[in-house]
């Protein structure tokens, strides 16, 4: 089973809530430029938490498991999930980021 990718967990979030989104890859050594660092919850640049979610899976695939579709994870996950308030970036501080990300 090939790992999920944020790519992946993004693209299955904006299809199963039928949200139109631009995806941007931003490389690591830009946003720590940005000092965007405890604005996007989902990313460090701190080398020591770079495989926080890998997991070596594989005795319990030897032993059965089997996984669910990345798209039902996630639309089951959006169902129960509420969006809290001043997690992640403002769209105003997005705009930049993107802007400064296009203008070099």
Known sequence: VPPVT???????A????DTDLNIEVIDDAFLTMQGV?????????DPDWAAWA?????K???AGLRFRPIENTVA???EYTVA???????????AEILAAWHAR
């Not at 660092?37 to 990313?43: D, S």
């Open 37 to 45: 660092e405890g604005e996007l919850p989902l990313w460090t640049d």
């Open 6 to 12: 944020m790519l992946d967990l993004v693209g299955a």
């Open 60 to 62: 319990a695939i030897a």
């Open 76 to 78: 089951a996950t959006l």
């Open 84 to 94: 809290v308030p001043g997690v992640g970036l403002e769209p105003e501080r997005e």
């Open 14 to 17: 904006a299809s199963a809530s």
């Open 54 to 58: 890998r997991v070596d899976v594989s």
